[in-house]
């Protein structure tokens, strides 16, 4: 996009922040006039002092392994290490992941014995070896209050110091707490260190490598259609594209690379796989291939990294009208791997991009602008860039305009909208593989290792994890395997705990979860019985149904014995007898 084509958007500023299929929940961020902060372009900036801005903000071809980015994670136990991006045991860990294993097994299984001994060892690992995972998992049993008492205070405190040993999804669980009680400073600063990781783990191309989150229900009933096309190499539809692919059928060769590239309709991610479906795809004359197979050759993905091929690949793939390419061939200019480094010629590529409404492209520019890279330096130009290409859905553009909400650089510093953006990127990071291992379990049938596995998940502040874990206590009951303080979760432990679940859900904005969380005060289940409570959260949900339950002057007023109506109906609000 040229200098002149980004003032255009100078007045764009709605823009939804969930544009894309991964987040569950529409939210929009309305920027007025005043929140474009006017700064001057010059080297007093704060954003030369700040080294959050000094990182590779065009993402790239390093990207780390998904062990090293979530330490602790349990991504060993949940794939098979041919699969894993590191070759790497750390042996240190053994035991660790064999307690883990155990509660695993036990949650599935509704084995409250063997959870009780490997709760035992987890606390004997963090209260005695002093080890950050354990401590995180400890966290999470206290939080969930299984097979230990549930404390709040000592769930913070073990994610706490797990955080300071490094533990990812521990910081995680402590920003989403931070934020739940609008405690910004603080979780601004997790959430900005979580959201680099996450970007980190992006790649060049226009799409996105992370797992979309599928929400099982919708309402009270099993979302049939979108389980259908998460099956992987069960799904009916997936066997007959892979007999098209193998019959030579060159769209549906594409497919099948970009499936095993990314990871998508509940395959795992195969690089091997997807190089060869691509190069036959190329060979049937498939020209979308192009664009990836530049990137494969760019990261090294199943193949030995060369950037001369990479470079060819992807001026192929301009060459055939897929423009989103320019940008994995700017980028090589600006790092200058392959071609000599050239910024002039790099923006020119990411010109062309975004001229032809490619997110990447203006997101490049607004990289370009933001840093003074082969342009004069202009943080106003940056923003617009930045807003157009959040706009066309462009993640790491919402990393930017987090950064420029936290810094006061381009946008007038604002706390509580950094800490929203933030989350959001950060929720794109690798811990994001539970919701897959999740949804796994979930089509097995394993429902009590599907349970643990969103348990987790909500605990970090996921919303989509917090309905599907609550939907799961509410659908299958006993067979949900719940654990409780001393064992298989009582009615009453499990009613708390999918009213817990619900409400944080309700939280985020999940509607269902707020019509849940108001029958459950009508009727006292999982908390005491508030009319004043059920009416509130009706009433801001949908005020035609609460106007129902007020069908008479009597009902209406003992149900707001405990809640003044006034305070919730919009004036001049008449209920009729």
């Known amino acids: 996009m040229s200098r002149s084509s980004c003032h255009l958007f100078l007045f764009l500023l709605l823009f939804s922040l969930f544009p894309f299929p991964l987040l569950a929940r529409p939210f929009v961020l309305v920027l007025s006039q005043d929140d474009l902060k006017d700064v001057q372009n010059d080297d007093a900036s704060p954003l030369d002092s700040d080294s959050s801005w000094d990182d590779d903000d065009f993402g790239g071809t390093h990207v780390k392994p998904d062990d090293e980015l979530d330490p602790g994670s349990w991504r060993r136990l949940f794939e098979p290490p041919t699969t894993l991006l590191s070759p790497s045991h750390d042996t240190s860990l053994d035991s660790y992941y064999a307690a883990v294993h155990k509660i695993i097994s036990a949650s599935n299984n509704g084995d409250a014995r063997l959870m009780e001994e490997a709760a035992a060892e987890i606390e004997t690992a963090a209260n005695t070896d002093g080890d950050p995972h354990a401590r995180s998992v400890l966290g999470f049993l206290y939080g969930m209050g299984m097979m230990r008492e549930r404390n709040k205070a000592k769930a913070f405190l073990n994610h706490y110091f797990a955080a300071e040993g490094g533990n990812a999804q521990s910081k995680m669980a402590l920003a989403y707490t931070y934020s739940r009680q609008d405690m910004h400073e603080k979780a601004v600063k997790l959430y900005a260190e979580l959201a680099e990781i996450a970007v980190n783990s992006f790649l060049i191309s226009k799409d996105s490598p ?314 006292g289940r999982g908390t005491v019985r508030d009319y004043g409570v059920q009416l509130k959260l009706t009433y801001m949900q949908n005020p035609n149904r609460m106007l129902k339950l007020c069908s008479t002057w009597d009902t209406c007023m003992s149900m707001a014995k405990d809640f003044l109506l006034t305070s919730i109906l919009p004036s001049g609000t008449m209920i009729r007898h």
């Open 210 to 523: 992370v797992i979309e989150p599928i929400r099982i229900h919708n309402g009270a009933e099993e979302n049939k259609e979108a389980l259908k096309k998460s099956r992987g190499e069960d799904d009916e539809d997936f066997q007959i594209l892979e007999y098209q692919a193998q019959k030579g059928n060159a769209g549906a060769m594409y497919k099948m690379g970009l499936f095993y590239y990314f990871g998508l309709r509940g395959l795992r991610r195969d690089h091997t796989k997807a190089l060869m479906w691509f190069l036959k795809a190329v060979d049937k004359g498939e020209p979308r291939s192009l664009e990836l197979l530049g990137e494969i050759y760019a990261r090294g993905a199943g193949v030995e990294r060369n950037y001369t091929k990479a470079l060819e690949w992807l001026s192929l793939a301009s060459e055939h009208g897929l423009y989103s390419a320019y940008n994995g061939m700017g980028y090589l200019h600006v790092k200058g791997y392959g071609v000599e480094k050239n910024y002039t010629k790099a923006k020119e590529y990411f010109d062309k991009a975004a001229d032809n409404e490619d997110a990447g492209g203006h997101y490049n520019l607004g990289v370009m602008y933001l840093k003074g890279i082969g342009v004069k330096r202009d943080v106003k130009i940056a923003c617009k860039c930045f807003i157009v290409a959040a706009n066309a859905g462009q993640p790491k553009a919402f990393y930017q305009l987090a950064k420029m909400f936290h810094t006061g650089v381009g946008l007038k510093k604002n706390l509580p909208m950094a800490t929203a953006l933030y989350k959001l990127v950060a929720e794109r990071g690798p811990w994001s593989s539970l919701s897959r291992w999740a949804l796994e379990s979930y089509l097995k049938g394993d429902m009590g290792k599907a349970f643990l596995l969103y348990s987790r998940m909500a605990e970090l502040g996921y919303e989509i994890a917090q309905s599907n874990a609550a939907w799961i206590l509410d659908k299958y009951g006993e067979r949900s395997m719940c654990m409780g303080e001393s064992g298989v979760c009582t009615d009453a432990e499990r009613h708390q705990r999918a009213h817990s679940l619900w409400w944080q859900a309700s939280e985020q904005g999940n509607e269902h979860a707020a019509l849940l969380i108001g029958d459950a005060y009508y009727y």
